[in-house]
Nanobody
C-alpha cells in the first residue's frame, strides 16, 4: 500500500508564489511518473505538470513559464513550484504517482488534494 501526503496549498495574492509537495510512503518497488493535476469548481480535472522517472517534464500551456515540477527520488517526493500565480490558478491540486509495486505491477495513486486560492 502507498500513502501520499500533500502539503503547501493556501491563499495567496495574484503574482505570488506557492510550493506544493507530495511525499509517498509505503511498500513499493519504484515510482515512475509523477504529476500534478487540478480541479476548479465546475470544471474537469486537468493535468498541470508531469515528470518522468528520467526527469523529462511537460506542462499545460496555461502554466508554462510560471510553474516548475521537480522530484526528489531519495525522498519519494514531487514538488510543484508555482510563481506568478493568477486567480484562474485557483483550484484543488492533486498529486498523482504511477507506482510499480513489489510484485512489479503498476498502479495510479492520488493525493488527498490541497486547496490553492489566488486572490485578485
Amino acid at each position: 500500500q502507498v500513502q501520499l501526503v500533500e502539503s503547501g496549498g493556501g491563499l495567496v495574492q495574484a503574482g505570488g508564489s506557492l510550493r506544493l509537495s507530495c511525499a509517498a510512503s509505503g511498500s513499493f518497488f519504484s515510482i515512475n511518473a509523477m504529476g500534478w493535476y487540478r480541479q476548479a469548481p465546475g470544471k474537469q480535472r486537468e493535468l498541470v505538470a508531469a515528470i518522468t522517472s528520467e526527469g523529462s517534464t511537460n506542462y499545460a500551456d496555461s502554466v508554462k513559464g510560471r510553474f516548475t515540477i521537480s522530484r526528489d527520488n531519495a525522498k519519494n517526493t514531487v514538488y510543484l513550484q508555482m510563481n506568478s500565480l493568477k486567480p484562474e490558478d485557483t483550484a484543488v491540486y492533486y498529486c498523482n504517482l504511477v507506482v510499480t509495486t513489489i510484485v512489479l505491477r503498476k498502479y495510479d495513486y492520488w493525493g488527498q488534494g490541497t486547496q490553492v486560492t489566488v486572490s485578485s
